[in-house]
């Protein structure tokens, strides 16, 4: 069975840096494109970046400078490095793999940027 587990959440204060990971297990990781969004609370959820399979990176506006995303096929594991974070980017960060048409989700990591 597909899992995707996230971690590497926390409560950082506004300036501060997190690094999310998502390991994958279940699936051909390699084959994947592999994102993470963000839901706060009383917003849809929004991408936050991608890890295309094929190789291309793309990113929200919200992160462009500010976030990088990578993923290491042999360890079926996807990470986000989130640096200079600010109170907007407090939500619940979830891992995505999109194997057209299938499409699977982490249960989330929270992840609050406050004082």
């Known amino acids: 069975q597909v899992q995707l587990v996230e971690s590497g959440g926390g409560l950082v204060q506004p300036g501060g840096s997190l690094r999310l990971s998502c390991q994958a297990s279940?699936?051909?990781?390699?084959?994947?494109?592999m994102g993470w969004y963000r839901q706060a609370p009383g917003k849809q959820r929004e991408l936050v970046a991608t890890?295309?399979?094929?190789?291309?990176?793309n990113y929200a506006d919200s992160a462009k400078g500010r976030f990088t995303v990578s993923r290491d096929n042999a360890q079926k594991t996807v990470y986000l490095q989130m640096n200079s974070l600010k109170p907007e980017d407090t939500a619940v960060y979830y891992c995505n793999a999109y194997l057209g048409p299938a499409d699977y989700w982490g249960q989330g990591t929270q992840v609050t940027v406050s004082s």
């Open positions: 279940g699936i051909i990781f390699s084959s994947a494109d």
């Open positions: 890890a295309y399979s094929s190789g291309p990176i």
